[in-house]
């Protein structure tokens, strides 16, 4: 069965970004795996499988890409209001424009 474009990046493009976030408020922010955790909304076990590997382990090279997700990881670190989903649409969003994922469906159109 064909998967749709939502449930390529369900399975294979969220880890990604989540990985990507989560390394980024470790290194470059000083977090915990704990506190990483608690920012995105996930386990520290969630989080510990990011960092060794288990999940999302697919390297992100595209340096204006990187950029992008550490300013998403500043966001979620230092603004109390930061929305976790908001960012991590916005760079999912990012993602496809740079033809990464497939294009999605209608509902997460790039034109929004």
């Known amino acids: 069965m064909k998967r749709t ?3 390529h990046i369900l399975w294979n493009g969220l ?3 989540r ?3 989560a390394e980024c408020m470790i290194s470059d922010f000083g977090l915990n795996q704990k506190e990483a955790a608690e920012k995105l ?3 520290p076990a969630a989080v510990c499988q990011y960092l060794s590997k288990k999940r999302g ?3 992100i090279d595209n340096e204006e890409l990187l950029k992008e997700i550490s300013l998403s990881a500043e966001h ?4 109390e209001k930061a929305d976790v989903i908001q960012e991590t649409c916005r760079i999912c ?6 033809g990464i994922f497939p294009s999605a469906c209608d509902a997460c159109s790039t034109d929004k």
Not at 76 to 79: G, K, L, P, R, S
Not at 93 to 98: D, V
């Open 5 to 7: 474009p939502c449930e």
């Open 15 to 17: 880890p990604v970004i």
């Open 19 to 21: 990985k990507e976030i």
């Open 41 to 43: 909304g996930m386990t």
């Open 57 to 59: 382990n697919t390297e």
């Open 76 to 79: 979620i670190v230092q603004d």
């Open 93 to 98: 969003k990012l993602f496809m424009e740079k």
